[in-house]
């Protein structure tokens, strides 16, 4: 467990040593606060429900951003074959890999605390709506992540990677206009599969197992196919 | 110390390895050498457990390398033909990095960080960024992440490549400061640099050993030393003169230029015959200019092999 500890500091670090990590920051910050203060004002209720809309589908285009490095960088490097030869175990890697992201990403979500204390200041917002919806989009985030970092352990390629996850998360994202054009068993799966059906729950302050289950075994299973990927270096002169 | 039997290695339908056997006792240094292709740096990555061998067992250290890989990675200090180094870190701050995933314990990680700092000459660019160093730097702060564990083998792909003959020395130097202590396996184009550092050669040739002797075996098994002698006077008599010398056999006569001929000749390094001959080339009055020995060199050796 240190060792996950230890390269997720790592590639915490890598983040702030690199110009792209002040760019997503600043830009995501920039555009959150945008529509914050324009969702406000427009709406003129205190609640964070349409802000958290809002930040899900930047998270679909920030994301991929984020993690298309993680192993593809390492592989171009050669920095792979040094983190393979340590007695380190593969889901170690991983897994400091991926905390290390979330890490990150938890650090944008912080910044975005100051709405909460906004809203709290001019009215009476509902706290578990809140509460939850930060949960849920975290959780979705968190998803995302394990999304990206898998496919960057396919390739070599930074833009490949990217490319790849756009079409993941996009696919997620989007699968709910699929519904007209599908029937049976393949509607149910999609719709099953669209991470909107399951943030919305979190977002108006319901908490379910089986929207926590979605999510947890989505980054479960991400995780397993990067160990598998790592392990086996099929994708390895991809 | 290091022991691999009957390993093969198969990518697809190319087989990298054949059936390759071989044992390293502790403390020594041994040369990988083949042409590109041959499977040297598979061979290393397959010591290291970075790659699994399609068939057949390699043990370190009495550890199966791929029962035990983390076992046997511990015990092993890997620098691969490219130093994996991250550009962005500092010396300082990969080194840290590299004995915080290599089992070095917290309370001994700085000392280690500042003992290899120390060995490999890197207390002067300890706080700069990797990517800023030179190609000479770069090669000895990966030489120093193989190290930092103290590990009982260290395996080097091809530690020179690409540097200057000064950076080349540095890197030599280093290296040889390594060995006293530890087994080390070095793979080199560089055949001089193998014949100075390295006790014994293990020669691959498409998968498979060709030559796994010492140094000294292979040269001169491969070649006996010959004698070139440059002598002044005519044909015949020097054919006389030589012929009457019993005790070396001649090869070549070579015509210099005129009356200048240039003998060779089996050498013995037996000095009685050298003796015998010098005065079999006076009894013919025939001056000798010049007499010195040829030896067999490693990359001939190499060279006929590889043919």
């Known amino acids: ?238 | 110390m290091i022991s691999v039997k009957n390993i093969s290695k198969q990518f697809g339908s190319c087989e990298a390895l054949k059936n390759i056997s071989f044992e390293i006792p502790s403390g020594e240094i041994v040369g990988f050498l083949g042409q590109n292709g041959a499977g040297k740096t598979t061979l290393m990555r397959i010591l290291t457990a970075y790659l699994p061998a399609s068939s057949g067992q390699a043990f370190i250290c009495g550890e199966d390398v791929s029962l035990n890989p983390l076992v046997v990675r511990r015990k092993i200090g890997y620098l691969p033909e490219n130093p994996p180094l991250y550009p962005t870190m500092t010396v300082k701050s990969y080194l840290r990095f590299a004995a915080q995933l290599k089992d070095v314990g917290i309370k001994y990680q700085k000392a280690q960080v500042e003992h290899v700092l120390e060995e490999c000459n890197l207390l002067d660019v300890k706080d700069q960024v990797i990517g800023t160093l030179s190609k000479g730097y770069k090669q000895r702060v990966g030489i120093a992440q193989a190290i930092i564990h103290e590990p009982e083998v260290i395996i080097l792909d091809e530690p020179t490549n690409g540097l200057d003959p000064v950076q080349i020395l540095h890197v030599r130097k280093l290296i040889s400061r390594l060995e006293s202590k530890r087994t080390v396996i070095i793979s080199t184009h560089i055949l001089s640099e193998i014949e100075q550092m390295a006790q014994r050669v293990l020669i691959l040739k498409k998968g498979e050993i060709a030559a796994d002797s010492e140094i000294k075996k292979i040269i001169i098994g491969d070649e006996r030393k010959q004698l070139f002698v440059q002598v002044r006077g005519e044909e015949s008599a020097i054919e006389k003169a030589v012929k009457e010398t019993n005790s070396l056999k001649q090869i070549n006569i070579e015509c210099l230029g005129e009356d200048v001929f240039e003998v060779h000749l089996e050498n013995t390094n037996n000095a009685s015959h050298y003796n015998e001959l010098v005065q079999n080339f006076f009894k013919y009055q025939i001056k000798v200019v010049e007499m010195k020995e040829k030896k067999g060199s490693l990359e001939e050796a190499f060279l006929k092999i590889n043919k």
């Open chain 1, 1 to 238: 467990m240190k060792k996950v500890l230890f390269i997720a500091q790592k590639e915490l670090c890598s983040y702030f040593r690199s110009p792209i990590a002040y760019v997503v920051l600043i830009a995501t910050i920039t555009i959150f606060n945008i529509f914050f203060f324009t969702i406000i004002d427009y709406n003129q209720e205190s609640t964070l429900r349409d802000v958290f809309k809002v930040m899900e589908f930047l998270f679909v285009f920030m994301v991929p951003i984020l993690t298309m490095k993680v192993f593809s960088e390492e592989k171009q490097m050669g920095t792979m074959e040094f983190l393979m030869t340590t007695p380190t175990k593969n889901i170690e890697i991983v897994l400091g890999k991926y905390f290390g992201a979330v890490v990150f990403f938890s650090f944008i979500m912080l910044l975005t605390l100051p709405y909460y204390f906004i809203i709290e200041f001019f009215s009476r917002p509902d706290r578990m709506a809140i509460l939850t919806g930060y949960i849920g989009i975290w959780l979705e985030g968190a998803f995302f992540i394990s999304i990206g970092i898998m496919v960057s352990s396919w390739t070599k390629s930074q833009i490949v990677a990217a490319i790849l996850s756009y079409l993941f998360l996009f696919f997620l994202y989007f699968s709910s206009l699929l519904d007209k054009y599908t029937s049976g068993l393949v509607q149910v799966i999609v719709t099953y599969l669209n991470v909107m059906t399951h943030s919305e729950n979190f977002i108006v302050g319901i908490l379910s197992s089986s929207d926590m289950i979605y999510f947890f075994s989505g980054i479960l299973f991400c995780l397993m196919i990067t160990r598998i990927s790592i392990d086996t270096k099929i994708w390895d002169n991809v």
